[in-house]
């Protein structure tokens, strides 16, 4: 890729952060489907993607319904939610809607 190429694509990259995006990479297997999610910081060499948010606690004041043992509310199982990082010279295709 010309240095030229990856300005405007990393200008694209740029323009969607903040919006659900779609990314396929070179790879097989289940990256191979793509990956969906909130597009959250682009560098250099990387793009991160939120793929799945962290769910809220099930009362208002999170206190104790979940996990007795810690009072913590563990209501989906994943606590942190979770993050993909995509090397930029990997992708090989980015889907957005256009505004």
Do not use: W, Y
Request: charged share 15%; net charge negative; proline share 4%.
């Amino acid at each position: 890729m010309s240095n030229n190429n990856h300005d405007d694509i990393f200008d694209v990259f740029q323009a969607n952060i903040g919006r659900v995006v779609t990314v396929f990479t070179k790879s097989g297997g289940a990256s191979g489907c793509g990956f969906t999610g909130l597009l959250v910081k682009v560098d250099c060499d990387f793009i991160k993607l939120v793929t799945e948010l962290p769910c809220a606690p099930s009362h208002p004041f999170g206190l104790g319904f979940g996990n007795r043992s810690t009072g913590r509310n563990h209501c989906c199982g994943n606590e942190f939610g979770t993050t993909v990082v995509i090397p930029i010279d990997a992708i090989v295709s980015f889907v957005f809607n256009e505004l």
